[in-house]
């Protein structure tokens, strides 16, 4: 009788030990083919995007005012030593022949003055669109796996193009960049204008995607951070009497807009000085953002969702998780980050002194940080 109790548990055991390797089996199973799953539809959310961005911009190559004669000297000594057969999208720039980086992908980042969402719907009548008051243009370089970062003064003074309330443009002015946004109406049109006048400052650089966010975006993205840690680079005790030059402050969501946005009105290139600070914060807020993904690359997409509403931009989700994962791969230093050089100058609108900031670049200045960035040099 003992003897059958014994078998019985132990066929009951075995039968227990089977059904468990069953389900240990199962779930491991399941377990893949949830990993399979994600995996797969990270590649298709991956290629999806290489591909969209890749078809969203010119394929034609920034046009440089050149020396004719220098590029003609060139290619007569190249003829003459018959070493190389010279190309037609060739430049010369300082006695060198350089090719554009055409695995090179650049982006639009703009910062709206208004809080609040952000539509994608142009709006002519009432002119409270905003100005684009931070202008960042980034630049990603597969080959070289490095990534650039270039501040454009609001303030330049470039061709903007002015539009009526049946979108239609009526008139094309020198002004300051900044405003053609809010001449365009903001929305579709305005982020489309604002990378149209990025592109022709550049000599017709291709812009792939371009992204405007209100204040709240920022102060979104921050929270998410944790908070940043940055160098006061300007002396800002006028505003804080804790933002002495060189402290260090911590930005939280309820600082960090004020901290970006602040200058002297009252002082001629304060502007100019308030980018600088945006650039050093950008520097910081760029690095954390890069570790935040590469610990969990789902923070993409928690972010993109988060800060979606007060955001205009025609980059897509599987865009922006295919530029995240090319930017894992680049080299972000100090010397990633650039500001176009210029001069401000007063333009007074009345006898009682006030004036306008404006921002004329340095045109020699900005084709030799071409030069560095989106061109390599060609060995003939």
């Avoid at 060198?96 to 639009?108: I, P, T």
């Avoid at 000085?273 to 690095?287: C, E, I, S, Y």
Wanted: glycine share 6%; net charge negative; hydrophobic share 40%.
């Amino acid at each position: 009788m003992k003897e059958n109790i014994k078998k019985a548990k132990r066929a009951k055991n075995v039968k227990r030990k089977n059904t468990f390797g069953k389900i240990a089996k199962g779930t491991l199973a399941f377990m893949f083919i949830i990993i399979l799953t994600i995996g797969l539809a990270g590649i298709v959310v991956y290629k999806s995007g290489e591909m969209s961005l890749k078809a969203s911009a010119s394929t034609q190559t920034p046009k440089l005012v050149i020396d004719e004669a220098e590029v003609e000297r060139i290619k007569e000594s190249l003829n003459y030593s018959n070493s190389v057969a010279w190309q037609e999208d060739w430049v010369v720039y300082n006695d060198k022949v350089y090719e554009y980086r055409e695995d090179a992908l650049n982006f639009l980042l703009l910062g709206i003055d208004r809080r609040g969402e952000l539509s994608s719907e142009t709006k002519l009548t009432d002119w409270k669109a905003g100005q684009a008051d931070v202008i960042f243009l980034l630049s990603l370089c597969k080959e070289d796996k490095t990534l650039s970062v270039i501040g454009i003064p609001r303030n330049s003074m470039v061709d903007v193009e002015v539009f009526d309330n049946k979108n239609e443009c009526i008139d094309t002015i020198y002004d300051q960049i900044c405003l053609q946004y809010g001449y365009a109406g903001g929305g579709e049109l305005g982020l489309a204008k604002m990378a149209e006048s990025v592109s022709e400052l550049f000599g017709g650089l291709p812009i792939h995607g371009a992204c405007a966010v209100s204040y709240d975006a920022v102060s979104e993205l921050t929270k998410r951070l944790g908070g940043i840690e940055v160098v006061v680079p300007d002396d800002m005790t006028a505003y804080n009497r804790d933002y002495v030059q060189g402290s260090t402050q911590i930005l939280t969501e309820k600082n960090v807009v004020n901290y970006l946005r602040y200058r002297d009105m009252y002082t001629l290139g304060s502007p100019t000085v308030r980018l600088t600070r945006q650039k050093a914060f950008m520097k910081t807020a760029a690095a954390r953002v890069l570790q935040e993904i590469k610990a969990d690359p789902a923070f993409v997409k928690e972010t993109y969702e988060a800060v979606k509403p007060y955001m205009n931009t025609d980059i897509s989700l599987d865009e922006a998780v295919y530029i995240a994962a090319q930017a894992l791969e680049c080299t972000l230093s100090d010397g990633s980050f650039y500001q176009l050089s210029g001069e401000d100058k007063a333009k007074y609108i009345n006898d009682e002194g006030d004036y306008y900031n404006e921002y004329y670049l340095d045109e020699e200045a900005l084709k030799d940080l071409m030069m560095k960035v989106f061109y390599k040099a060609v060995k003939v």
